[in-house]
């Protein structure tokens, strides 16, 4: 059974940097493709990026593109989500999750296996 387990997340002013990382245990993921999805309070949860198993893919959110990089590092069993130029929009609870077939990448119900979320928070 895997587990992820997301960290990285903080409080920063707007236009600062953060880097999260999403460790697995109890299972490679080399063969998966990856997200990062964020949840801010009485909205939905929406997809900001995600990467192929290789890694030689990578999708992002309009919202967020040329602002966040994900990455991942199979060796380490870790995924990274970069963010630069954070904006106050961006505070939500950031989610990562493992898509076993991967069949897809945007929505949540693609995706089978989610970590607890870490806390964003950006202030103006």
């Known amino acids: 059974q895997v587990q992820l387990v997301e960290s990285g997340g903080g409080l920063v002013q707007a236009g600062g940097s953060l880097r999260l990382s999403c460790a697995a245990s109890g299972r490679t993921l080399s063969n998966y493709a990856m997200g990062w999805f964020r949840q801010a309070p009485g909205k939905e949860r929406t997809f900001v990026a995600g990467i192929s198993w290789s890694g030689r893919r990578t999708y992002y959110a309009d919202s967020v593109k040329g602002r966040f990089t994900i990455s991942r590092d199979n060796a380490k069993n870790t995924v990274y989500l970069q963010m630069n130029s954070l904006k106050p929009e961006d505070t939500a609870v950031y989610y990562c999750?493992?898509?076993?077939?991967?069949?897809?990448?945007?929505?949540?119900?693609?995706?089978?296996?989610w970590g607890q979320g870490t806390q964003v928070t950006v202030s103006s």
């Open positions: 999750a493992l898509n076993k077939l991967n069949n897809g990448h945007y929505s949540p119900a693609l995706y089978d296996v």
